[in-house]
């Protein structure tokens, strides 16, 4: 089973709420991904970072933001919830010299 | 820009009968790789082949081959001796090295097996 983790599984907030979702890794990969994956499972990049200080927006807009700190820490923020922001969020990482991405379990944002 | 298309929502398949899904992609890059992973309902997304697009040879894990044909832009999955654990949402995906590195993904193919 893949080393990555995110936190929390599951998360029910009010409209207006900020929070972060965390996601990390213990394999030491410099390459980090979040996908936005929503009803129709369609998976949507919306960050991604090649390493420490390093961060990309993606394909799809998104009003999140990350931060890359530390190689195994790739935190992403909504400063202010909208339900609209409902979705599963997908963590993913991968090294340099091996093209694998391993993906965490997600979490399940409801904006109420 | 990469993208990937995956022409079929949902396909079905008969315990112990082969399954073909589709993928096509695009990208200016001439070097990638393309991928196929799989998400079984509520759990993890997993890798289940991989292909270098340097590499003519299709790539084969166990009862996993695909088709590999780079003129046409095309990436299919074979799915041989289908078991029910087969069953899951199957994401073909593409990483282009050079440039963003981005890993795109297509819209998926929900695979159903019946017993």
């Given at each position: 089973e893949a080393d990555i983790y995110q936190t929390p599984r599951y998360l029910v907030i009010g409209t207006g709420k900020k929070i972060t979702l965390e996601c990390s890794q213990t394999?030491?990969?410099?390459k980090m991904y979040w996908y936005q994956q929503d009803p129709g499972m369609e998976l949507h990049l919306i960050h991604y970072s090649y390493g420490v200080n390093s961060t990309e927006k993606g394909d799809l807009s998104s009003e999140s933001t990350v931060s890359r700190i530390r190689t195994e820490h790739f935190p992403l923020t909504l400063e202010s919830a909208r339900p609209s922001h409902t979705s599963q969020y997908l963590c993913a990482s991968s090294a340099v010299s091996n093209t694998e991405a391993f993906f965490g379990q997600g979490t399940r944002l409801t904006v109420v | 820009a990469q993208t990937v298309t995956q022409s079929q929502p949902e396909m079905s398949v008969q315990e112990a009968e082969t399954v073909t899904l589709s993928c096509t992609y695009d990208t200016s890059e001439s070097d990638y790789y393309l991928f196929w992973y799989k998400q079984p309902p509520s759990r993890q997304m997993i890798l289940v082949i991989r292909q270098e697009a340097y590499k003519q040879q299709n790539a084969t894990e166990n009862r996993f081959s695909v088709n590999f044909q780079k003129a046409a832009k095309s990436f299919s999955l074979k799915i041989s001796d289908?078991?029910?654990?087969?069953?899951a949402m199957y994401f073909c995906a593409c990483l282009s090295q050079g440039g963003s590195e981005k890993l795109v993904f297509g819209k998926g193919t929900k695979l159903t097996v019946n017993p």
């Open positions: 394999m030491g990969h410099d | 289908s078991q029910l654990g087969d069953a």
